[in-house]
């Protein structure tokens, strides 16, 4: 073999599968968007809930196909920071914002249930 054969499967084993693909429509990648934003400005002081907030808010800022969802790759900890800004937001929502609230819960059911979320561990 070659070291060009030899570097071949080294790039594909290292290659970083997502763990999860989230779909949203537009509305509900707009309001992730805006709970992942405010999970950054809240979470300032912790670099590394930032760091992944920050590769999630830029999958959510990728523009889908025309007429298609958007696919969102998440990796477990990327899962878990999704899954806290939406419930942070949901429940700072008041009652007239029903529409909303419907929207992040759908966003939720979409994502694996808070026991799976709960032991994803974020160093």
Same mark, same amino acid.
């Given at each position: 073999?070659? #070291?060009? #054969?030899?570097?071949? &499967? *080294?790039?594909?084993?290292?290659? /970083? /599968? @997502?763990?999860?693909? $989230?779909?949203? #429509?537009?509305?509900?990648?707009?309001?992730?968007? %805006?709970? /992942?934003? $405010? $999970?950054?400005?809240?979470?300032?002081?912790?670099?590394?809930?930032?760091?992944?907030?920050?590769?999630?808010?830029?999958? !959510?800022?990728?523009?889908?196909? &025309?007429?298609?969802?958007?696919?969102?790759?998440?990796?477990? @900890?990327?899962?878990?920071?999704?899954?806290?800004?939406?419930? $942070? !937001?949901?429940? =700072?929502?008041?009652?007239?914002?029903? =529409?909303?609230? %419907?929207?992040?819960?759908?966003?939720?059911?979409?994502? @694996? =249930?808070?026991?799976?979320? %709960?032991?994803? !561990?974020? *160093?």
């Amino acid at each position: 073999m070659t #070291d060009a #054969d030899t570097s071949q &499967p *080294e790039t594909a084993a290292s290659a /970083v /599968v @997502p763990a999860y693909h $989230l779909l949203l #429509d537009a509305r509900e990648r707009t309001i992730a968007t %805006r709970a /992942v934003r $405010l $999970l950054i400005s809240d979470e300032a002081h912790h670099p590394e809930i930032r760091k992944i907030a920050r590769e999630v808010l830029s999958e !959510l800022e990728r523009e889908p196909p &025309p007429g298609e969802q958007l696919t969102v790759p998440l990796s477990p @900890p990327g899962m878990k920071i999704t899954h806290t800004a939406v419930k $942070l !937001l949901l429940d =700072d929502l008041r009652r007239e914002q029903a =529409d909303e609230q %419907r929207t992040l819960r759908a966003i939720l059911d979409k994502l @694996p =249930d808070e026991h799976a979320i %709960r032991a994803i !561990l974020i *160093e």
